[in-house]
């Protein structure tokens, strides 16, 4: 299971008009390919944060889901008001993400644990040997 992380911190006053946000950005995802679903950060650097994780099995029926979801004029318009009214900061970039242990099961793990490694893009291969 692979999967695109954008994570925001929501501006004072502005976390449920953030989430009602990003919901509406699950919702067009999944009508597009992904199995998507938005979280509260509890924990970390990050702690009080959302985040929008978009999920397809392979990286195939992403890069299809995406081309798919970049098309749909429900996401156009989101784009649209986020960049006119912003509620939120984004807190880095988007993150690819791989999901070793399966797609995850909300009904019946509604909590979910998740590490993050940070690795040199100028020695992916040892990193890879090191997480094997």
């Not at 998507?36 to 195939?60: H, N, Q, W, Y």
């Amino acid at each position: 299971m692979f999967g695109r992380r954008f994570t925001v911190r929501p501006r004072d006053g502005q976390a449920q008009g953030v989430e009602k946000r990003l919901k509406a950005y699950a919702a067009v995802g999944n009508a597009n390919g992904f199995n998507a679903r938005v979280s509260k950060i509890i924990d970390g650097p990050t702690v009080g944060c959302m985040a929008l994780t978009m999920m397809t099995a392979t990286m195939a029926a992403g890069m299809k889901a995406r081309a798919s979801l970049t098309a749909d004029p429900k996401w156009s318009a989101l784009e649209k008001e986020r960049a006119e009214s912003p509620n939120a900061d984004r807190v880095g970039g988007s993150t690819i993400v791989r999901f070793m242990s399966g797609a995850p099961d909300p009904a019946n793990y509604p909590v979910s644990l998740i590490r993050i490694y940070l690795m040199s893009r100028k020695r992916p291969m040892k990193h890879t040997l090191i997480c094997r």
